[in-house]
C-alpha cells in the first residue's frame, strides 16, 4: 500500500519562502503536488516522474519547484514569492501511469494534506 506523509507547512509572510516534503513508503512513477482551499476544486501544481521530467501548472511556472530524492523517497515542493493567494493546504500525490496529467482524477494516492497560510 502507498503511503505519504507531507510536512513542511506553516505560516509565512507574503514574499518568503518555504520548502514542503512528502516522505512515501515506495518507488512510484509519478508524484506530485496538488493543492485545494475550501470550497475550491483541487488544483494540480507540478508532477515529476522517477526519471525526473516535470510538468507544471502554468501558473506555477517560476515560483515552485518539484524535486525529489530517490534514495530516501521523499518529494519536495520549493515555493518561492509566497502571496496570500498561494494559501491553501498541499497535497502530495502519486500514481503509477500517468504523469503528464494534473488532473486529481489521476492520482489514486494521497496524503493527508499539509497547510501553507501566507499573510500580506
Known amino acids: 500500500q502507498v503511503r505519504l506523509v507531507e510536512s513542511g507547512g506553516g505560516s509565512v509572510q507574503a514574499g518568503g519562502s518555504l520548502r514542503l516534503s512528502c516522505a512515501m513508503n515506495?518507488?512510484?512513477?509519478?508524484m506530485s503536488w496538488f493543492r485545494q482551499v475550501p470550497g475550491k476544486e483541487r488544483e494540480g501544481v507540478a508532477t515529476?516522474?522517477?526519471?525526473?521530467?516535470?510538468t507544471y501548472a502554468d501558473s506555477m511556472k517560476g515560483r515552485f519547484t518539484i524535486s525529489k530524492d530517490s534514495a530516501k523517497k521523499i518529494l519536495y515542493l520549493q515555493m518561492n514569492s509566497l502571496g496570500p493567494e498561494d494559501t491553501a493546504v498541499y497535497y502530495c500525490?502519486?500514481?503509477?501511469?500517468?504523469?503528464?496529467?494534473?488532473?486529481?482524477?489521476?492520482?489514486?494516492?494521497w496524503g493527508q494534506g499539509t497547510q501553507l497560510t501566507v499573510s500580506s
Open positions: 500525490a502519486a500514481n503509477s501511469r500517468d504523469c503528464k496529467s494534473l488532473r486529481s482524477v489521476v492520482f489514486p494516492y
Open positions: 515506495v518507488d512510484i512513477y509519478c
Open positions: 515529476i516522474t522517477r526519471d525526473g521530467l516535470t
